[in-house]
């Protein structure tokens, strides 16, 4: 919750004069063309979003249609210079009187992460950046979730069947006790993967080193209990690099900033050792010759962009068991894109037989990301077109 005091003055403030100023951008557009539909790209977190903003220069490209570019003091770097970009921090609106009557034209909301305050009169649509259907969360953040998809949500996009299915699911359980109508879910493709693929086919990096992408610290099966001594035996065991990129959420005051900063002051002098703490995960993908991962959903947009193999470290597969999960369809597909390790020797076999065996799992991965995925390369395209039926 938002409170208003002299420390968040200036983003109230900055919050307010972008209001009315497209408050007075939407009335003189509909003055010109009644016909106009103005659009809400919103970006509450910092993270890779050129694959939404490419999304949104296509929706530009249509005459009627205005697209603003939303986002607050947390993904201000980037987005504050774009085109008809604007900070605008949704939850300092019920401070602004009005709110409701300035913001009366937005017709569509989009946003690929969770928002929970939105225009009064808008469509609203959530990018699904899940592209399996493991669950990360403990109950209660999962049910705060769905709650939030069923009372504020009209339709979500999403990347394959498998999530359509699992979301179709969860919804329905948790709406067992709510008036709200289930959203239409929609399989538009995978926009992250069709935007990374054909980034990575222009890049020429060489392939020296392993990736270490963990999901984040306080998700259900992540191994930040065991990462420290994976990297300290890969680089005394290997002579090869070790790149860790911490997830996004890791590098927010709300993660898990202290642990992502020991990890790096603990190996930060190993000549072997790097942080990628950047917002683009392009030049990671492009050099690693694999990903070591646990269950966080990285695990296929890497293994389908790149066509390189996975090592998922799960500890605790008994676990999965007794939660009755690992018959979801992530977990089925991992060793169709690679091996499991349930401990450290386990992990240290395994990285020498990816290392030998790489190609094998090219075809294997070709294949199931056919299976899974409806839309390759055609997500854009798919999305624009939804956008534009849900608008008429």
Do not use: C, W
């Not at 392939?207 to 963990?214: E, K, M, N, W």
């Not at 996975?310 to 500890?315: C, D, E, G, V, W």
């Not at 075809?363 to 390759?376: A, D, P, Q, S, T």
Request: no cysteine; hydrophobic share 40%; aromatic share 14%.
């Amino acid at each position: 919750m938002k409170f208003l005091n002299i420390k968040n003055l200036a983003t109230y403030l900055s919050t307010f004069l972008n209001i009315l100023k497209i408050y007075f951008i939407t009335n003189k557009k509909l003055r010109n063309n009644n016909k106009s539909k103005f659009i809400f790209f919103y970006f509450p977190v910092k993270a890779y979003q050129e694959n939404i903003l490419e999304l949104a220069n296509k929706l530009k490209k249509n005459k009627n249609i205005f697209v603003f570019l939303i986002y607050n003091k947390l993904s201000s770097l980037g987005m504050n210079d774009q085109k008809n970009s604007f900070l605008l921090d949704l939850g300092y609106l019920r401070f602004i009187p009005f709110s409701d009557i300035l913001l009366q034209n937005i017709h569509l909301f989009l946003s690929n992460y969770v928002a929970y305050i939105f225009p009064p009169n808008s469509k609203n649509i959530y990018i699904s950046h899940d592209i399996g259907d493991t669950p990360l969360v403990n109950k209660e953040v999962e049910e705060k979730f769905f709650l939030f998809l069923i009372s504020k949500v009209d339709y979500i996009f999403l990347p394959s069947e498998t999530t359509i299915k699992y979301l179709s699911k969860k919804l329905i359980y948790f709406l067992k006790n709510q008036n709200n109508k289930i959203p239409k879910l929609i399989n538009t493709g995978y926009l992250k993967l069709d935007h990374v693929k054909k980034k990575l086919s222009y890049s020429s990096n060489k392939r020296d080193s392993i990736l270490i992408a963990p999901s984040a610290t306080h998700v259900m099966n992540n191994i930040s209990t065991e990462l420290s001594k994976i990297i300290e035996t890969l680089l005394e065991s290997i002579e090869e690099k070790i790149v860790y990129r911490p997830h996004p959420y890791d590098l927010t005051k709300k993660g898990n900033i202290n642990f992502v900063e020991k990890i790096i002051k603990k190996f930060e002098k190993n000549k072997n050792f790097s942080a990628d703490l950047s917002q683009s995960y392009l030049k990671s993908y492009s050099s690693a010759k694999f990903l070591i991962t646990d269950s966080s959903n990285t695990a296929y947009t890497f293994a389908y962009s790149t066509l390189r193999p996975i090592l998922f470290y799960s500890k605790n597969e008994k676990e999965l068991s007794k939660a009755k999960i690992i018959s979801l369809i992530y977990f089925q597909d991992r060793l169709k894109v690679g091996y499991i390790s349930k401990n450290i020797n386990q992990m240290l076999v395994n990285v020498k037989k990816l290392n030998e065996m790489k190609s094998k799992f090219k075809k294997k991965i070709i294949n199931l990301r056919k299976k899974r995925i409806k839309y390759l390369d055609k997500s854009l395209k798919k999305t624009h077109d939804e956008i534009l039926n849900i608008l008429k």
